[in-house]
């Protein structure tokens, strides 16, 4: 594939060497970090900064890269916000499930008990309230895996959109004829 790619580029006497970005959809075959095509042409040209096009909502007609990055910068603080506010989505859960006649409990489990020695620290502390437990093993890793997906997904995207914004219409408009 990543011949192909390269191929295509000769074709249209492209060289390689003046790319500086490469956008597939987030198929691993074309994304992946070690073997994927963008890997492969990053190793022919390490300027060569991947951006992952998946999402519909940053593909359309009327938007411009730095604007993509606005969005998924919002995103990330929404985000980020609700990581922080699990007690406020557990609230509207509850009135949710209220609402559709479901029983909004969590099952308590029977705690093992174990032997204490007086010594010992706290490093292994057992949580009883299977809410808290819901909120440290479950939402938290959750949130923070998703958290981590859309930085690393879109780190090159920000990268790219601070190397060139000065060739943005806006920053071109903006700019008297001294300083372009």
Not at 112 to 119: A, S
Not at 131 to 153: A, E, G, H, Y
């Amino acid at each position: 594939m990543t011949q192909e790619v390269l191929n295509i580029l000769k074709n249209l006497d492209i060289p390689i060497e003046k790319c500086y970005g490469q956008g597939y959809d987030g198929a691993s075959v074309m994304s992946g970090a070690y073997n994927g095509v963008n890997a492969q042409i990053k190793r022919v040209q390490q300027n060569a900064e991947y951006v992952n096009f998946s999402s519909k909502v940053l593909q359309k007609k009327n938007i411009d890269l730095s604007e993509s990055v606005s969005v998924l910068e919002q995103v990330e603080k929404n985000l980020t916000e609700l990581r922080f506010s699990s007690e406020i989505l557990m609230i509207e859960a509850t009135e949710l499930a209220n609402k559709w006649n479901i029983q909004p409990e969590f099952r308590q489990k029977r705690q093992p008990k174990v032997k204490k020695h007086f010594d010992e620290l706290l490093s292994d502390y057992r949580f009883n309230n299977t809410q808290i437990l819901f909120k440290i093993n479950v939402f938290n890793v959750v949130m923070d895996r998703v958290l981590t997906q859309i930085s690393n997904r879109f780190r090159s995207m920000k990268k790219i959109n601070k190397l060139f914004d000065l060739l943005l219409p806006k920053i071109i408009l903006s700019c008297d004829e001294t300083s372009i």
